[in-house]
């Protein structure tokens, strides 16, 4: 943990519990015992975080919302867990009360169709990415509105109308939108291009970047390791961002977000609802097997077949695919969308036909029977869990002649410290993940590193368990929400190195995002106010009763 962070904090919270309780009485918030004895204290509540050697960001955080939350009356454990055990239990289990985790900016979310899609109740079955189960039909009625609307200007009023309907129910809060600071070797690589919300760990990464010296292999360095690498399976973006290193799509976001067309020769709209993609020729899978219309359209239906969650959003609008000719496949969908050609069909992984039509149900393999042939510009070789992935450069591919390095490895630590020292040491050459507040200046002080810093779109969140009590009452949200300091974790834990959260669409994503919604500014005062209104109050110790 930085000292600098640690110093800042003083360790503000020490669990003790009824020292909070004590204060809140003293503030007047006590009820006589006759009124108590015939009302039942809120359920506790275990507040999830990862571990301190993975984020101490996200670590510290969780206490400095369980020192309010408890001032206010509850019950608050902090269990700091390993980040892929969270995952599951947030997201395939379900089994959570409160969770602190985030969403990565990736190119394509740059598209609000993704972010309005984690509170999508279509989403909310294990494995989807509305994992808090908000419902709220008239957000799935604008949803889909939105998901048909191909006039810019139309599309963009219903976005700010689902934000402000959805910001007054409070079903999660989102924290905070954190600057992506990372770094390179430039004694050893170069040629990067930053992306917004990815930093320099993108899919152009490592087809951009030019050795310097004559090592032709990337090494790239973070703490995250996929979850796993079963395409139909995986439901973490450190999944995704190897696979798609080696697995094709038909579409490829620029860093502007243009749709440059990849393993499609070209993308033609032939009717509102009939999206007509051409191959290019000559491509094969790395196994050596030609890729036809055959291989997309059993990849889409597999899909759909499949019932993937994790990709449900990109594939709500279709009905199938269909092949036309060997090279020719048209995508049928069941009403118009605006999305679909520019950010779906740069979503999902084209498969070999021969490989996966033999598997009946993707998400039981183990992980030494999931297939790894793709026929992107990299092919796998390996992947030590917890140690070690390395990719090289498949020469038969379209894109091979445009790119100078000749594998990229990935060297998985154990926490930033370790990633750091890696790069100072020349261990690796760039960083997949940010660095923290206090490695920062030392990175910008070494000779031998640029250090980049560019906004992000993604944001760190903490999700409520609406299934459950006291959760599944708005008033106990959105005093919550305002029993949230964002702006101290900004300030503290961030160094001022991002932005208090307002909204699944973040400010740097202007045109979308709607800056007019209510904020829940930090205010203990409007928290008790807004609880009191909804008929709670405190018992003689302070605790929180209904």
């Not at 109740?121 to 008239?138: H, K, L």
């Not at 077949?305 to 092949?323: G, M, P, R, T």
């Not at 050609?341 to 979503?347: D, V, Y």
Request: aromatic content about 12%; charged content about 25%.
């Amino acid at each position: 943990m930085n000292n600098a962070i640690t110093e800042a904090l003083a360790k503000p919270y020490s669990g003790k519990r009824t020292s909070l309780r004590v204060l809140a009485v003293t503030l007047g918030l006590g009820v006589c015992a006759s009124q108590s004895q015939a009302q039942e204290p809120m359920p506790s509540i275990t507040l999830t975080t990862t571990t301190e050697s993975y984020d101490p960001i996200r670590y510290e955080a969780a206490f400095i919302i369980a020192e309010r939350w408890e001032e206010l009356g509850l019950d608050v454990t902090v269990a700091p867990t390993e980040f892929s055990t969270a995952l599951e239990r947030l997201y395939d289990q379900q089994d959570f009360d409160a969770t602190i985790l985030g969403w990565t900016g990736r190119t394509d979310r740059l598209d609000p169709q993704f972010f309005l899609s984690t509170l999508d109740s279509r989403q909310s079955n294990p494995g989807g990415n509305n994992p808090g189960g908000y419902d709220n039909p008239e957000f799935n009625a604008l949803f889909d509105q939105q998901s048909q609307a191909f006039d810019p200007d139309e599309r963009q009023q219903l976005v700010m109308e689902m934000q402000e309907l959805y910001k007054p129910d409070a079903p999660l809060i989102v924290l905070f939108y954190r600057d992506e600071v990372v770094a390179y070797n430039h004694d050893t690589f170069e040629g990067f291009e930053p992306m917004a919300g990815e930093g320099l760990y993108s899919e152009w990464g490592p087809m951009e970047a030019e050795p310097v010296g004559e090592r032709g292999t990337l090494r790239i360095g973070g703490p995250q390791e996929p979850d796993n690498l079963n395409p139909l399976a995986s439901t973490s973006v450190w999944g995704w961002k190897w696979m798609r290193l080696y697995y094709d799509r038909l579409v490829r976001l620029s860093a502007d977000v243009e749709p440059l067309p990849w393993a499609a020769e070209s993308v033609e709209q032939v009717g509102d609802t009939t999206i007509a993609v051409t191959l290019r020729e000559g491509m094969t899978f790395h196994d050596g097997e030609p890729v036809t219309a055959e291989d997309v359209a059993f990849t889409w239906n597999y899909y759909l077949d499949q019932d993937y969650s994790y990709f449900n959003s990109y594939l709500a609008a279709l009905e199938n695919a269909e092949v036309v000719d060997e090279r020719t496949v048209h995508f049928n969908l069941k009403e118009p969308s605006a999305s679909f050609a520019s950010i779906s069909l740069s979503q999902i992984p084209i498969l070999p036909e021969h490989i996966w039509s033999e598997i009946d149900d993707a998400s039981s393999l183990s992980p030494v029977d999931v297939p790894t042939v793709g026929s992107g510009p990299f092919q796998f070789e390996r992947f030590d869990r917890g140690e070690f992935m390395a990719i090289s450069k498949f020469d038969d591919h379209f894109y091979a002649d445009d790119i100078a390095v000749d594998g990229v490895e990935f060297i998985i630590y154990a926490d930033m410290e370790g990633v750091y020292t890696g790069l100072q040491t020349g261990e690796i050459d760039v960083t997949a993940w940010r660095m923290e507040p206090g490695q920062i200046s030392l990175a910008e002080s070494q000779d031998h590193l640029t250090v980049v810093n560019v906004p992000d779109f993604g944001y760190y969140h903490l999700t409520f368990n609406l299934r459950r009590p006291p959760f599944d009452d708005r008033a106990v949200r959105r005093a919550l929400t305002m029993a949230t300091d964002r702006e101290r974790m900004v300030n503290v834990l961030l160094d001022g190195r991002g932005e208090v959260g307002n909204s699944v669409i973040a400010p740097v994503n202007n045109y979308w995002h709607e800056a007019f919604i209510e904020q829940f500014e930090f205010d203990m005062d409007a928290a008790r106010a807004e609880l009191e209104d909804a008929g709670y109050s405190w018992d003689e110790q302070g605790r929180l009763v209904r």
